[in-house]
């Protein structure tokens, strides 16, 4: 099989990244609640509707975030993802004063933009990175 292909992709958008989480309920209740984010899919589906595909993402975002129980070897937590901001002081601010996030304090390092992480209930990373108005 070749490493490179000739064949250009069909793929447009990057639109739905994917935490693995122990708790729908409890994952669905921090993201809105705690973040104020939005439900953009809860449904439940299989023969019985024995699954259920759950997507929140922040106001506005063309990009979705799934909340998915474990799936064969996948444990909760260790994924990770970047939001973006044009006010990351204030959001940082925001964020800090709301019970139940970790969140770390703000950097600046030469060379890259200024962000800050959190991690969800059960770990998943959240960078928060400051972008340019537009």
């Not at 793929?11 to 209740?29: E, P, R």
């Not at 063309?62 to 006010?87: C, D, F, K, S, W």
């Amino acid at each position: 099989m070749s490493e490179t292909t000739n064949t250009p992709t069909t793929v447009t958008n990057l639109g739905v990244a994917m935490f693995t989480i122990a708790d729908q309920d409890q994952a669905l209740a921090w993201y809105t609640d705690k973040l104020g984010w939005e439900v953009r899919a809860d449904v439940t589906f299989g023969e019985n509707g024995e699954n259920r595909w759950l997507e929140v993402a922040p106001p506005g975002s063309g990009a979705r975030l799934a909340l998915n129980p474990p799936m064969g070897p996948y444990q909760p937590g260790g994924g990770g993802i970047g939001v973006e901001t044009t006010n990351l002081q204030a959001e940082y601010e925001r964020l800090s004063a709301i019970e139940g996030i970790d969140v770390d304090a703000p950097m600046d390092a030469p060379g890259a933009p200024k962000l800050f992480m959190m991690r969800d209930l059960d770990g998943n990373n959240i960078a928060v990175v400051e972008v340019p108005a537009a």
